[in-house]
């Protein structure tokens, strides 16, 4: 049995080298699954960025769609995907809604003045005590609410033109056809 030990160790070895190997494989390896999706979005009442004198419930954004945009002027990633939030807000298909986290208003402000503003609305979380509840851990992140406030889509990371093609935009019809 001594004998044959080093080869069953290198055969097991080699076995969870392939195994590691054939995961890796996966595209969407680094995808976290979200427990919120299928859910009821978090209940939050938070300031509007533009207006912080105006709170701004998740009750009052029921009725319509939106996405919610998860940023800050702080973000690398966010000054990446910016182009292309700007563009898919454009098309106006639905409500971009910016989530400006754990950022000082001022600099939140010249951020969207220096990149151009493409949210319908931006709500400032510089607590993070929201962002605890909706399991943000990181910006740019995304979520899709529907209309009945019930999240149907996440995405971690920054939004490309083919994740809005491929993901978001699928997302968002097939929750438009459940209603």
Known sequence: MKRWLPLIVFLALAVLLGA???????ENRDALPSPLIGKPAPKFALP???????????????????????WGSWCVECQTEHP????FAETKRVRV????WKDERED???WLERFNN????????VEGGTAIDFGIYGAPETFLIDADGVVRWKHVGG???AIVRDELLPALEAAERAR
Request: glycine share 6%.
């Open 97 to 100: 809604i910016g989530y400006n």
């Open 118 to 125: 493409p949210y319908w609305l931006v709500l400032q979380d």
């Open 159 to 161: 939004m490309t033109d």
């Open 20 to 26: 590691g190997v054939w995961l890796s494989l996966d």
């Open 48 to 70: 509007a960025l533009h207006e912080p004198n105006r709170i701004v419930t998740s009750q009052e954004l029921r009725g319509a769609p939106y996405v919610l945009n998860v």
């Open 108 to 110: 939140a402000l010249r």
């Open 84 to 87: 292309v939030l700007t563009r």
